[in-house]
């Protein structure tokens, strides 16, 4: 009698470790779930941003009358990527001409982008088919980013195909030549006209 009850008191001990394997299992994965579920979150967020900035400089540009009523033939609102360079004048101590306000606004528009969204940046850019139609390419640092460089096979394939910036014509790209989305960066294509 006692070997039968040891032997049955070792079988619900396997029992009991059995389920909570299950269970550790079952946390591990509810886990990477929520970690995922995290990270697009935040790239949605970051998404939700990058318009916001976009709608931050369109209203920038028509409030820039001289520019708006007469549109030069090259704009002063295009931007590259990096740093916009130091405005001649601060339009908040003294009047600024058309061009002024434009640099002047460009400066305070990419500091924001830099403090709002992390490694922000953007490059500002005419429509090839209408000038008064403008580009404006917004890229961040994104955990994201890390993830799909180290990804290979249909893995990368998967984060191309979710980031990838399509024109108008769902084609892959900004639809002008030369403009792209920098390595590592998370990039969201906004087309405006002010």
Not at 66 to 81: F, G, K, Q
Not at 86 to 93: L, M, S, W, Y
Not at 126 to 139: K, P
């Amino acid at each position: 009698m006692n070997n039968k009850a040891s032997s049955q008191r070792g079988v619900s001990l396997i029992e009991a470790l059995v389920a909570l394997l299950v269970l550790a299992l079952g946390i591990m994965g509810m886990a990477g779930i929520q970690t995922r579920t995290l990270v697009e979150s935040r790239t949605t967020n970051s998404r939700a941003l990058a318009l916001q900035m976009a709608d931050d400089l369109l209203d920038r540009m028509q409030a820039n009358s001289p520019i708006r009523i007469n549109p030069p033939a090259t704009s002063p609102y295009l931007a590259a990527w990096g740093a916009a360079a130091a405005a001649p004048v601060d339009c908040f101590a003294a009047a600024c001409n058309g061009a002024q306000l434009a640099a002047f606004d460009l400066v305070q528009w990419k500091t924001s982008l830099a403090r709002v969204l992390p490694g922000g940046d953007a490059r500002v850019f005419q429509s090839n088919t209408d000038n008064a139609q403008f580009g404006v390419l917004i890229g961040w640092n994104e955990t994201q980013a890390k993830n799909q460089a180290e990804a290979t096979g249909a893995q990368a394939t998967l984060f191309t195909d979710a980031i990838a910036i399509r024109d108008a014509a769902n084609a892959v790209g900004t639809g002008v030549a030369g403009i792209e989305c920098p390595a590592g960066l998370i990039c969201h294509l906004v087309y405006i006209r002010p």
